[in-house]
């Protein structure tokens, strides 16, 4: 039986020009956004960097938008992408809560992991690191205080759910570009590929960042290699939400998550192994772990319906991560 035709404005046009084009544009405007970092000399000491970067991370989506505008023209936008339909609610609420979930979760197993390695040390009983950190900002009176800050490790849980809320406009300028458009566009190469590329040129538009020694404090090839490894890694699970779901807002809500995630380093560190801006590379190692331990599990279960390539012909192959409910 020949295959049902897409329901009208779902398909994102996949053109060689198309993808091209974005990939041009996300990357161009991002180091256009990061210049004045370079120039200046400053590098991340910038009095302004965060709003620069803020100004990049909605590159992808400026890019999207001129391409699904004027190169690829799907009937839809918001279809296309993944934008709407906001139904049925059980699945996309389902798939949110999943999607909150995942990322501190992988967080707290590579810190756990890297902890029994011996590459990072935790301290349980007072919280040393995370008082070093608090202190300042006067969540806890005493630096060097000893046992555990309840009330503090709450006040400091509750402003990051605050933070998260406040990034979902920035973390949908990138998702809108990799997750809304990309990740479609490429499912004629299969679903697979689809997410490892994808998550690849994901990591490498990083660079006017990580090349300033953003988040691995590794100016270098180095570090941009690990952040394209570790990009592909929570690619594949942005992705898997983005097509298990067929809705873009799942993998908006994660991203914010896997960046409020980052800060569970501090809270269970010890302070006297030092504690900085960057989070270790050990971390990043053993997140990265479990990421990959994740995948693996997941690709042992039955496959979940993808919700994008079941409407796109041309498509190949689904994610098996786990058993569909629907």
Known sequence: MPAAPPPAG??????????????????????????P???SGAGLAHPQAK????????????????????????ASIPRATGMTPLRPARTLIRYCVIGFAIPPLVMLVGVLA??????????LADFSAFRAFAAP??????????GVPFAALGLFAALQLVGWAAGLPMMFGEEWGWRGYLLPALLHLGT??????????????????????????????VGLAAMTAWCVLMGVILG???????????AVIAHGATNSGSALFVVFGDASAGAGDAVPMALWVASGAAMLLLITLGAALPPVRNAVTSRLPGARGALRLRRAAD
């Open 137 to 146: 900002l006067g969540l806890v009176g005493d630096a060097d205080g000893t």
């Open 37 to 39: 970092l370079w120039i």
């Open 114 to 123: 890297a902890a029994a390695a011996g590459t990072y040390r935790l301290d």
């Open 192 to 221: 697979l590929p689809a997410l490892l590329l994808h998550g690849a040129i994901w990591g490498l538009w990083h660079a006017p960042v990580i090349l300033l020694g953003y988040n691995f404090g590794r100016p270098d090839a």
């Open 10 to 35: 779902t398909a994102v046009p996949g053109s060689r020009i198309a993808i091209t084009v974005f990939c041009l544009l996300s990357f161009g405007l991002a180091w256009a956004a990061a210049a």
């Open 51 to 74: 709003l620069f970067i803020m100004g990049m991370m909605f590159s992808p989506a400026v890019a999207a938008f001129l391409v699904l505008r004027f190169v690829a023209r799907p």
């Open 240 to 250: 898997w939400l983005r097509l298990a779901s067929g809705s873009l807002w799942p």
